[in-house]
């Protein structure tokens, strides 16, 4: 690492109020291993895109908004998949945190693994990390590969750490009929989720169609042109299986 290690950056949100608490500088990360069937940022996947950033590059960028992010605002990366980045991520992390900035991380998870030299980098990350917002795709490893192209393993085995070390874990999870919306499968989510000893948020994000548009752009094939939204009946409950109220922090 140093100051040739660069990140790349698709794109920025500079008042993002989704990822995190507060207003925050959102940068979203180039490059993604996962092939989620419901993914609407298609355009993240390619490895090789996105715009050349060094650390300092983006924070002097992100510094700029920070009048706007108040008390509970700050940074976050998102991606793509942004543990990609890791190196990048260290360092970038190490400048906000020097100047007092509330810093999360948004990740799949799916780069995880106790494998050197990625375990020890992603320890040092996360002694600048604030807050992890952690997608879980599916509970079941099986549907999960054939839902994401990847096993969960890596996946549960993050949150699982996370909670050893108490690191403050928002989880998400996209209901998607056919696929996710299985009462079986959101109770083995929440009983995993409930031995979890960090979490501060668990939200349910309804499937949707929003970036369906750039599969047609990029002559990707998209799997999902069948199924609708979910209802509001089923949104319930799923919010009720997974016990969304028990983990509300606003």
């Not at 909670?163 to 499968?185: A, Q, T």
């Not at 548009?213 to 799997?223: D, Q, T």
Request: glycine residues 6%; charged residues 25%.
């Amino acid at each position: 690492m140093g100051e040739n290690t660069v990140g790349y950056v698709h794109s920025i949100e500079t008042f993002g109020s989704l990822d995190g608490p507060g207003i925050r500088f959102v940068a979203f990360m180039q490059g993604c291993r996962m092939r989620c069937e419901f993914c609407h940022n298609p355009d993240t996947w390619n490895m090789n895109g996105g715009t050349a950033y060094t650390p300092q590059e983006l924070f002097d960028k992100a510094i700029d908004y920070r009048d706007y992010w108040g008390e509970e605002g700050g940074i976050t990366v998102s991606g793509g998949e942004p543990l990609l980045h890791i190196d990048f991520l260290i360092e970038f992390f190490k400048l906000a945190k020097a100047e007092g900035i509330h810093v999360s991380l948004d990740t799949c998870g799916q780069p995880f693994t106790y494998d050197q030299p990625f375990f020890s980098r992603f320890e040092e990350l996360m002694k600048y990390t604030d807050l992890v917002l952690m997608d879980i795709k599916h509970i079941d490893n099986e549907i999960h590969k054939q839902y994401t192209m990847h096993p969960n393993t890596s996946i549960l085995d993050m949150a699982n750490y996370l909670s050893e070390i108490k690191v403050p874990m928002w989880l998400r999870h996209v209901l998607v009929p056919e696929r996710s919306d299985f009462d079986e499968h959101l109770e083995k989510l929440s009983a995993f989720i409930d031995q979890l000893k960090s979490v501060q948020k668990v939200e349910v994000l309804p499937y949707h169609k929003l970036g369906v548009y750039k599969y047609k752009e990029l002559g990707i094939p998209y799997k999902l042109e069948h199924i609708d939204t979910p209802t509001a009946e089923r949104i319930e409950n799923a919010n009720r299986i997974l016990k969304t109220h028990k983990y509300q922090t606003a």
